[in-house]
């Protein structure tokens, strides 16, 4: 045990203080190390057989993406979000539920959109369902979780996009939410424009090949810092949260467990990557799936990162409408998904 406390020590002297998620998984490990010995080696082996299981879907997210990347795929998506809003705010709710982008990296393309003069009822369809759903997260929830749960949750993402959406169309009309971005983002986005065609044969270009190997090992190693981290929280739940709790709580036929995931989605929600195999071990323990549900969706739309982004680019009306449709549609999807779960 010594020995390995010690390697724990040296392995974040040289490296986790450049990595606050490794950093903190260090010393709750330490931590455990100490406190409970037993505990220790139980999450150990727990998140080496999760990630077992897990490895193929980490390995097909990551090379979709990397793909994407390596293709500049992503141009297609702000050319075809020009034109009637009634098509492209479908488009766009389709788009933001299979794009490939985080709640931060969707934001250089929402302010490089906005700017070249792009709608933002299809913007705001976007940035809902982006946030929610990606091709990454749908695999690694359909590994987790299961493929039913996964499938609802893309298709809440594009609803929601879809009413998101809609709903900024009408308001526009009525005189609400004009000029959505600050002036200071306006004038700063001629580096975010594509117009090149993607070239689908990447690997025929060396720099497209380095570009795809770069994107591919970057989302791998993102994805393994966040999935490590998720899957010792997952054991220490196991181990500490009794069942009990979890049913009388989050469980049960009323609605309150729904309002109460969807308010605590908001603040708690750390990362997509941590969430889904916390909710995944609490609906196993007594968790309603659509509070679930209902916490993913409000979690992912109103993360840290996504809100700070949000704030960084969009005026304060815009905001407003972007947290207040996060929790009224979260918890309508996840009343929804309760009744047929």
Not at 202 to 210: H, Q, S
């Amino acid at each position: 045990m010594a020995s390995i406390v010690s390697g724990l020590i040296n392995f974040g002297y040289h490296r986790t203080f450049l990595e606050p998620v490794w950093t903190v998984f260090l010393l709750t490990l330490l931590l455990i190390a100490v406190i409970d010995p037993q505990q220790f080696a139980i999450s150990l082996r727990f998140m080496g057989d999760t990630f077992v299981l897990i490895v193929p879907f980490i390995l097909a997210s990551s090379l979709i993406y990397a793909y994407v990347s390596a293709t500049q795929a992503d141009s297609l998506i702000a050319n075809a979000l020009q034109g009637r809003q009634a098509v492209v705010i479908v488009t766009a709710a389709m788009f933001g539920a299979l794009s490939p982008f985080c709640s931060c990296g969707v934001i250089p393309l929402i302010a490089a959109m906005l700017a070249m003069g792009v709608p933002l009822a299809p913007v705001m369809a976007f940035w809902i369902a982006s946030p929610v759903i990606d091709p990454v997260m749908y695999l690694l929830t359909a590994g987790i979780v299961g493929w039913e749960f996964a499938t609802l949750k893309a298709l809440g993402a594009i609803v929601l996009g879809l009413t998101a959406g809609w709903a900024v169309y009408f308001a526009q009309r009525a005189g609400y939410l004009l000029n959505p971005l600050k002036p200071s983002v306006t004038g700063d986005t001629t580096t975010l424009t594509q117009t090149d065609k993607p070239v689908w044969r990447f690997w025929e270009e060396a720099p497209r090949k380095a570009v795809f190997i770069e994107k591919a090992t970057n989302i791998m190693l993102l994805l393994l810092k966040w999935l490590a981290f998720a899957f010792l929280l997952e054991s220490l739940l196991v181990a500490y949260v009794p069942t009990e709790w979890v049913a009388s709580s989050f469980g049960g036929d009323t609605q309150a467990p729904i309002l109460w995931a969807t308010l605590i989605g908001v603040p708690a929600y750390i990362n997509g990557y941590v969430a889904v195999p916390l909710i995944a071990e609490l609906i196993n323990k007594g968790m309603q799936p659509g509070a679930g549900m209902a916490f993913l969706i409000a979690g992912g739309i109103t993360s840290i990162p996504a809100m700070i982004a949000v704030v960084a680019v969009a005026r304060i009306q815009v905001v407003i409408f972007y947290v207040g449709f996060a929790l009224v549609g979260s918890f309508a999807w996840g009343l929804i998904y309760q009744l047929f779960a």
